[in-house]
């Protein structure tokens, strides 16, 4: 998988967009971008994943650049309930690239009031 | 909302004891995962379980782990014998045909003694 960069933390004033940025040079034609959170003591939880396309789901959006090199989550309004780490992973969406998902540190996100 | 639960919340065990940690999946789920994280370290992947074997598992998941789905519902994670070092929160997952997109349970927090 190709190895992705996130800054270790963040700050977002509540109400207020917050834009997650992950760098993953690396990456090839045939992954995908994934993104996970876990919020405290909580298992990790799925946000949302996309090729090329930019991506919209009930919970983000995921913007990816042309040359794929990099992306942004977007959570459009922050709330307290989005403190969490935000992992950004790079794989090939199949099983004939292993099983393992492989988390890294992630980018902690603080909502501050 | 299907969701993964996972039983007990809490295990305290004594060094050198057999534990089972349990793990209920989402129904039409056909991939199952056991991850761990040792307290302030990032989520480790343990085993992923697929058509009735072991698919997949890291150099974690030794002689000491087992895995098993005895009764189509339910799918457990057996510690041998369990040392200090196995004190960590056990979460377990499932997914459906993208083995990169699962779904997470809450966590068992396992304390040897």
């Known amino acids: 998988d190709a190895k992705t960069t996130q800054p270790t933390s963040m700050d977002c004033a509540e109400g207020r967009a917050a834009n997650l940025p992950c760098n993953h040079s690396?990456?090839?034609?045939?992954?995908?971008v994934y993104w996970y959170r876990q919020i405290h003591s909580q298992g990790p939880q799925y946000i949302i994943h996309g090729l090329k396309n930019n991506e919209t789901n009930e919970m983000a959006s995921l913007i990816i650049t042309e040359d794929r090199k990099s992306s942004t989550l977007i959570l459009p309004h922050a709330t307290l309930r989005d403190t969490a780490v935000y992992y950004c992973?790079?794989?090939?969406?199949?099983?004939?690239?292993?099983?393992?998902?492989?988390f890294g540190k992630g980018t902690s996100l603080l909502v501050t009031p | 909302e299907p969701e993964v639960t996972q039983t007990p919340s809490h295990q305290v065990t004594q060094m050198g004891q057999e534990v089972i940690l349990r793990c209920v999946p989402i129904s039409n789920h056909l991939y199952f995962y056991w991850y761990r994280q040792i307290l302030g370290q990032k989520v480790e992947f343990l085993v992923s379980?697929?058509?009735?074997?072991?698919?997949?598992k890291s150099e974690i998941f030794d002689d000491q782990f087992s895995v098993e789905r005895p009764d189509g519902s339910n799918f457990t994670l057996k510690i041998r014998s369990t040392k200090l070092e196995d004190s960590a929160m056990y979460f377990c997952?499932?997914?459906?045909?993208?083995?990169?997109?699962?779904?997470f349970g809450p966590g068992t927090r396992l304390t040897v003694l």
């Open positions: 379980f697929y058509n009735n074997e072991i698919s997949e």
């Open positions: 997952a499932s997914g459906t045909g993208d083995p990169a997109l699962r779904y």
């Open positions: 690396t990456i090839s034609g045939n992954e995908y």
């Open positions: 992973i790079v794989r090939v969406s199949g099983g004939n690239s292993g099983y393992a998902l492989n």
